[in-house]
């Protein structure tokens, strides 16, 4: 498309504005020596004199090169990169030159800082954590290479050790979200300051939950970042009077990270690096300019073959339309060349469709700034048209009338749209009234081109057939709402209406709620009959012997013979009827009654019903899904019934997405999963097709320009929040306002990193949890293919001693233990001598030796003693890695540890998140273990899921008396039988959230028992159905939010708050204590003691057959 779009000239008169400038912004996690100032952008490592000037570069690297540290005496730069396609320590001079990889452990490493010696570099990592939401804690690992030693602190964050080497100042927990303006929840936790000798802890007082980060020593004192004013400002805690004082008072933007070295402070704000001076309390920023060879970021020709994401066909199926990576794209079905319509790197054009006369296109696109609907030809050779569609947000679902004349959609509000193409105008109807994920309207023309089916929810939640009539504006209700009906499409006849019904809906129709979990639902297909007096398509078959044709004459054999092929065929067509396009008739009088189930097509979960030709339809099966979504990736059998054959066949496998050209003739289809391709067959085929048959083997290709695709991705981002947010008011935020603010950084994102950057940065304003920018296109990196052991390990004699191996336990089929499979005798105490013949000694860095080896046979050598004499060899795989050995080393350890508390009383079950894991945890361990008095339910580290209804409902049940037991001793059934009939205590913890505060809101709401430990995230809102950037990147902007039953909202950016606080501070940890789960036992045992649980004994028969004479 030979255009220049409004977001292409912002972002170029904004680039321009940004060289003018010369000063570079965005500019990112500073570190400061006496001489220089390290820093991150673009994704790469710089240095500059601490006045500011030009910037060197100290790595070009495409990949992730971050979190720079200057040595304590300024000659090297520690930073994280990730060269060997892992998160790894390396360091590099400050002259420049290769750099030096200090870890090789499959796991992320984030460097944090230094040893006050300058021997040491300081890294935060998730290794040797066995909770189930991996958590960090601190190493240290030796500049000269080596093993990595673990630091005391059994979780730690983000931190920095005094000079003296005798307090470490850190932040406990990792947040999910730091781009959170105002946040007061659970995960704002204070900066302790811990003395390593004792391991006792003084904590930085602060007001109002505030958030405090990045912690950094000068002298006795600590600087660090906090939003105790509502801005976060530098502030410094005075070691001896432990007062703390604001250093600076920003108001427009953050100050976001901090460090200090060389007696100042340096630190983030505005995309600028400032030096905080102690001793005048003054800031001063300083001007760097980077210039550098981004080759990322040069325009180039990429391909977008596996990025297809829209289909469409042509009338005939001569081409097909697809969406990639925002560009049109027309693929001929066998000759002719592959066109890009659009051209647009610096604009979104979405969902082509192809009208049913074959002579327009049309598609969505951005280029003015809002999303328009286009019209082209099919050659692409004339500029389009655009006609504007005031008051829409995202829309989805496009569809031409039969007649060419108008398009339909609907919009991220559930509205449903129709555009006259011919005038120019536009009409919005009422769609569904209820949002779901599933977005399933499925509206559909009529062959006449006057009615519009679709589905509709009522407020039963299950959805009805609803016609809408668009020359009137009147909706009529086809279906009575008793069903789940879904997926209407008009036959080509114009005589019946298809669609798919669910009598089994139940439960799954509230997709947000556990309970709603392997719910099986089918749908059968139904077809209804429109007009009165029109027969039934499945009139009763008999079988009849076929009468006699008459006999031929001379005469008409005379005649046939005088005429040509040519006069032959021209009288065939002649004869023929001429197309017509039928009136589709409605009456609604007992249309219900003309309803009809549609025979030998047995009932599954079906979706994504179509028609093709006459008495011809198509539908999708979903596999493998329990839960409410449909359709799922990677795709399912596709199925073709006819009216004629009364038969459903299989016509394709692994379908994610299909679509039937305008004469029913072709089906187009795109396959799911990594090997995604795009196939082109016969609809009509008298047998399905063969698999592979009509692969449509295409290049699609486009110019790519990063610059203009940023800034696009970036006005989408705006359009996104606007659009999708779950109140209108935005939190109070003036979005406009604050999009303007943010926007003077793009000129200066020079890698997709920085852009993920800026957008979450921007929606921290919104103050709202679940706000998540993620995913995208990044350079290409190595693969990392590490292996791990599944043990631990420590450095004993010059060698790795094992301390512990790691079994799968019991009952875990999906988890592998290398050293715990038969024939392998390794044990804990015994040392590891070689890898792959590769002798290991205590001064090497072990994962060295296991890089490269995840999931193929290496051979290791063994012996009880650190010498080779005696050894045994053997053949084991190491794992990618060992997060799940470790998770449920730490479930079982906890279960024992209350089984033995308790003396057996009690039972202990862990839940990992409110989604499918939780719920197979909760099922697993919950009722294994009914025959307990009580429970400690431990949901510490959940990750949240859905509405955890069916384990609370479970937790909080109650019995209504018994059956007798005729076996053994007459021990009695509860009725109910299955549940735990004593008191519950939950523990809880900041890294639970999401559904995670909702489970701990319900159980404390529902009044089952009390909360132990300390206040959950705070993060209760809901995201769904939001559309991908481009370039598959993500922007979540929340879609609900949880109130309380007295209309208030609740829970969201405060957490909830135990009945009994108990923090693990680390002294007590790191004595292999764990004191929020002691607690927990101590409180249910004193309920258990105060109430315990009644059974009652069998009682004598019943006399009712004894006479009373």
């Known amino acids: 498309m030979l255009r220049r779009s409004i977001i292409t000239a912002i972002a170029l008169g904004l680039t321009v504005r940004g060289v003018a400038a010369q000063e570079t912004l965005l500019l990112r996690q500073p570190s400061v020596s006496e001489r220089h100032i390290a820093f991150a952008y673009a994704n790469n490592i710089w240095i500059v004199d601490r006045s500011g000037g030009a910037a060197r570069r100290l790595t070009s690297f495409q990949g992730n090169s971050a979190q720079p540290k200057l040595s304590p005496d300024g000659k090297i730069v520690a930073f994280t990169g990730t060269y060997a396609g892992n998160a790894d320590v390396y360091t590099v001079p400050i002259e420049g030159g290769e750099p030096v990889r ?134 410094k805690y005075d070691g001896r009077t432990k007062a703390v004082t604001q250093m600076t008072k920003f108001t427009d933007f953050d100050v976001k990270t901090l460090d200090a070295g060389a007696g100042v402070v340096v630190f983030e704000q505005a995309g600028r690096l400032h030096i905080l001076d102690p001793k005048t309390a003054r800031a001063t920023p300083v001007s760097i300019t980077v210039r550098g060879d981004f080759s990322w970021m040069m325009p180039q020709w990429k391909d977008v073959s596996t990025r297809v994401t829209g289909l469409s066909l042509s009338p005939t199926g001569k081409r097909a339309l697809v969406e990639a990576r925002g560009e049109i794209f027309s693929i001929p079905a066998e000759k002719g060349d592959v066109r890009n319509l659009t051209h647009s790197s610096g604009s979104a054009e979405r969902s082509p469709t192809w009208s049913p006369d074959g002579r327009s296109l049309s598609w969505f696109s951005d280029a003015s700034g809002e999303y328009t609907l286009m019209i082209s030809t099919q050659d692409g050779q004339i500029a389009p048209r655009s006609i504007a569609l005031p008051g829409m947000s995202f829309p989805y679902t496009p569809a031409w009338s039969p007649d060419s004349r108008k398009i339909l959609f609907t919009d991220v509000g559930l509205k449903l749209w129709v555009v006259d193409v011919v005038a120019g105008t536009v009409k919005k109807y009422d769609g569904d009234p209820y949002m779901n994920p599933q977005r399933s309207m499925d509206p559909v023309w009529s062959p006449d081109s006057k009615w519009i089916a679709f589905a509709k929810r009522l407020p039963s939640l299950y959805r009805v057939i609803v016609v809408l009539n668009t020359e009137t504006g009147e909706q009529k209700q086809v279906t009575d709402g008793l069903a789940d009906a879904t997926s209407p499409a008009w036959d080509a006849s114009g005589k019946f209406l298809w669609f798919l019904a669910s009598t089994d809906y139940a439960l799954r129709s509230q997709w947000l709620d556990m309970t709603s979990y392997e719910r099986p639902r089918t749908k059968a297909l139904y077809v209804a009959v429109l007009k009165n007096g029109e027969p039934t398509p499945f009139t009763p078959e008999s079988d009849e012997e076929p009468t006699t044709s008459a006999p031929v004459t001379p005469a008409a054999t005379a005649a046939a013979g005088t005429q040509t092929p040519a006069m032959a065929a021209a009288a065939a067509a002649a004869a023929a009827p001429t197309p017509r396009v039928p009136t589709v008739t409605i009456d609604f009088e007992n249309l219900s009654r003309r309803i009809i189930a549609v025979p030998a097509v047995a009932a599954r979960d079906y979706a994504l019903l179509k028609s093709g030709a006459a008495g011809t339809v198509f539908f999708w099966e979903n596999v493998g899904a329990s839960g409410p979504a449909e359709p799922t990736a990677p ?45 082109l067959v016969d609809a009509g085929a008298a047998t399905a097709p063969a698999a592979g048959t009509g692969r449509m083997a295409a290049t699609l290709r486009m110019w790519w320009d990063p610059k203009l695709e940023y800034a696009q991705m970036f006005e989408e981002a705006r359009r996104k929040v606007r659009d999708y947010f779950y109140v209108p008011n935005l939190h109070g935020t003036d979005w406009p306002k604050v ?36 995913g995208g296109d990044f350079p290409d990196v190595p693969v990392n293919t590490a292996g791990l052991l599944g043990a631990d390990m420590t450095v004993n004699n010059g060698r790795y001693q094992f301390t512990r191996i790691y079994d799968a336990e019991s009952w875990n089929p999906d988890l592998r233990a290398p050293l715990a499979a038969p024939g392998i005798d390794v044990k804990a105490g015994e040392y590891l001598l070689a890898v792959n013949g590769q002798e290991v000694r205590g001064t090497d860095n072990l994962f060295r030796f296991l890089d490269g080896t995840a999931n193929r046979q290496v051979v290791i050598t063994v012996n009880s003693r650190p010498t080779m004499e005696g050894a045994r060899r053997y053949t084991v795989v190491p794992i990618a890695n060992d997060q799940g050995l470790r998770t449920r080393a730490w479930v079982e350890g906890n279960r024992r540890i209350v089984d033995s508390l308790s003396g057996g009383k009690l039972a202990y079950v862990h839940l990992p998140n409110t989604g499918q894991g939780g719920y197979s945890q909760f099922n697993r361990y919950y009722f294994a273990q009914q025959n307990k008095q009580g429970a400690v339910v431990d949901e510490r580290y959940n990750g949240g899921g859905s509405a955890a209804d069916y384990i609370i409902e479970l937790l909080g049940r109650d019995y209504d008396g018994y059956f007798n037991n005729p076996a053994g001793d007459r021990t009695p059934f509860a009725s109910p039988s299955a549940g735990i009939w004593g008191p519950k205590v939950m523990i809880i913890n900041e890294m639970a959230g999401s559904g995670g505060d909702l489970m701990p809101y319900m159980f404390r709401r529902r009044k089952i028992g009390p909360l132990v430990g300390t206040t959950t995230w705070g993060g209760l809102v809901a995201t769904s159905d939001q559309a991908p950037f481009v370039d598959g990147g993500g ?56 109430n315990p649980p009644r059974v009652m004994k069998e009682p004598t028969g019943a006399t009712w057959g004894k006479r009373k004479n």
């Open 102 to 235: 200090l870890t090789w452990h499959p796991g992320p490493d984030g460097v944090t800082g230094w040893t006050p010696d300058g021997k040491r570099v300081v890294f935060a990592s998730t290794r040797q954590t066995g909770a189930p939401s991996p958590t960090l804690r601190f190493f240290s690992v030796s500049t000269e290479g080596g093993p990595e030693e673990p630091m005391p602190m059994p979780r730690a964050f983000q931190g920095h050790i005094n000079a003296a080497g005798t307090h470490i100042a850190y932040r406990m927990a990792s947040s999910w979200d730091d781009e959170r303006r105002n946040y007061r929840g659970g995960q704002n936790k204070p900066i302790w300051v811990m003395n390593l000798t004792t391991f006792a802890v003084d904590t930085i007082a602060r007001p109002l939950n505030s958030k405090e980060l990045d912690p950094a020593w000068i002298g006795d004192d600590v600087y660090f970042i906090s939003d105790r004013d509502g801005v976060q400002n530098v502030f």
């Open 635 to 679: 795709g399912g059998p596709l199925y073709r019934y006819t009216v004629k054959d009364r038969k459903t066949v299989t016509f394709a496998n692994g379908v994610a997405a299909y679509t039937i050209s305008a004469d029913g003739k072709k089906l187009l289809y795109r396959t799911g999963g990594a090997q995604a391709a795009l196939f």
């Open 739 to 774: 999009v303007a603010q943010y926007r003077q950084f793009l000129p200066f994102v020079a890698h997709r990193t920085d852009l993920n950057y800026l957008l979450d940065w921007m929606g921290s304003e919104l103050a709202i949890g679940h706000s998540y920018v993620n």
């Open 1035 to 1090: 922007l979540v902007a929340p879609r609900l939010g949880f109130f309380d039953r007295d209309g208030k909202w609740a829970v969201e950016n405060e957490g909830v708050a135990p009945d009994i606080e108990v923090e693990n501070f680390p002294r007590e940890v790191i004595a292999g204590r764990d004191p929020q789960l002691e607690r927990a036992v101590q409180e249910a045992l004193r309920l258990l003691a105060a």
